[in-house]
Every structure is written in C-alpha cells, then in structure tokens.
C-alpha cells in the first residue's frame, strides 16, 4: 500500500520528469536506487548526465521546497551518483535540483542547475 506522502512524491517527480523533457533533457531512469540511497530522477542534457532531486511542497509551512536539500542529502546524491556513473566511465556529470511548489495554479517548477 503506498501512503499519501509516497503518492505526492511521485506526482512531482512525474512532473519534474515532463518538465526536464520540454526543456529538451532525456530522462535515463528514475527512482535509481542503491544502498546508499536513491535518485529521484536520472537525466542526460546533451553528452552530460543530471542526477536531479525533487522537492516539492503544498505550502510554505515549511520553508520552500529547495531548501530541504542538505549538505547530508547532496552527498548521498553523490554517492549514488558515482556508483551509477561507474558504468559511464569519462563522462561528466552533474547535480540539479527541482522545486515545485504546488500552491499556486500551475504549480511553481523552478529548476536549480549544478547544485
């Protein structure tokens, strides 16, 4: 059975992907998982691949989406980041960061490249 909470992350992370597409990304996979952790979305722009988290928020109780990635959450990003990359040897790589806040009509998608 999947909670609320699992349904609401998956819409934005459905959204975050229809977003990054439009912009001309191609999307690789999504909910990548290792032990570490997990990656919400893998993208490539060009030759480069995006290892992009999604935050998103039904209101500003607490704080904007993008300032719920910590440092601890970037660096688990990375690590699952390298171990994704280590069947893409030579090729670059970066972090991104989509925010959605879902309180206004559309939804606000700001996207925090390089992060």
Do not use: C
Not at 31 to 54: P, S
Not at 55 to 61: F, I, M, V
Not at 62 to 83: C, Q
């Amino acid at each position: 059975m999947v909670d609320a909470r699992r349904t609401f992350g998956n819409a934005a992370e459905r959204d975050a992907a229809a977003f990054l597409v439009a912009k001309g990304f191609d999307i690789v996979d999504v909910q990548y998982r290792h032990r570490f952790g997990e990656i919400d979305i893998i993208a490539k722009e060009g030759e480069e691949f995006v290892m992009v988290e999604v935050k998103a928020r039904h209101d500003h109780e607490f704080g904007y989406p993008e300032e719920s990635v910590t440092k601890s959450k970037l660096r688990k990003i990375a690590i699952v980041g390298d171990h994704f990359m280590s069947d893409h040897r030579g090729s670059e790589w970066r972090i991104d960061v989509i925010a959605i806040e879902y309180d206004q009509t559309p939804p606000r998608i700001t996207h925090i490249v390089g992060v």
